[in-house]
């Protein structure tokens, strides 16, 4: 069993990076044209369809309400992994993610957190 999950583990970073090696220029656009910044939702969108199914990992889309595209939502993932940002790509809407201070330190994904995310929040965050 070990052996199983290692081999997955390896066979889901080499996919993980293929896929966003190929996406990576599209993501470049919004960075590149500011105004084209909705785009970030329709590659992310691309690119949880895409993932998951590659990855074997079975995901079911939940809408227990019809989400007007015109109001803002906010959608709370666990931030336990990377792929919450792709999972938020599952989402009917365009979604942006607000990544947490620790995924700025991953090298894969930093410049796209810097410029994709509207806000870096940290856990040290007391109410008051």
């Known amino acids: 069993m070990k052996l199983l999950r290692a081999l997955h583990t390896y066979y889901g970073f080499v996919l993980f990076s293929i896929v966003f090696i190929l996406l990576f220029p599209f993501f470049l656009i919004p960075i590149l044209f500011p105004s084209q910044f909705k785009l970030v939702g329709v590659i992310n969108r691309l690119w949880g369809y895409l993932l998951f199914p590659i990855l074997f990992i079975p995901y079911k889309v939940e809408c227990r309400v019809k989400l ?3 109001r803002q939502y906010i959608f709370c993932p666990n931030h336990f992994s ?10 009917p809407i365009n979604a942006i993610f ?9 090298r894969c994904l930093d410049s796209c957190i810097a410029n994709f995310t509207s806000r870096s929040i940290g856990r040290n965050l007391k109410a008051g």
């Not at 990377?82 to 989402?91: F, K, V």
């Not at 607000?98 to 991953?106: L, Q």
């Open 82 to 91: 990377y792929l919450d940002i792709a999972a938020l790509g599952l989402n």
């Open 68 to 70: 007007d595209p015109k």
């Open 98 to 106: 607000v990544g947490k201070n620790d995924m700025e330190k991953s």
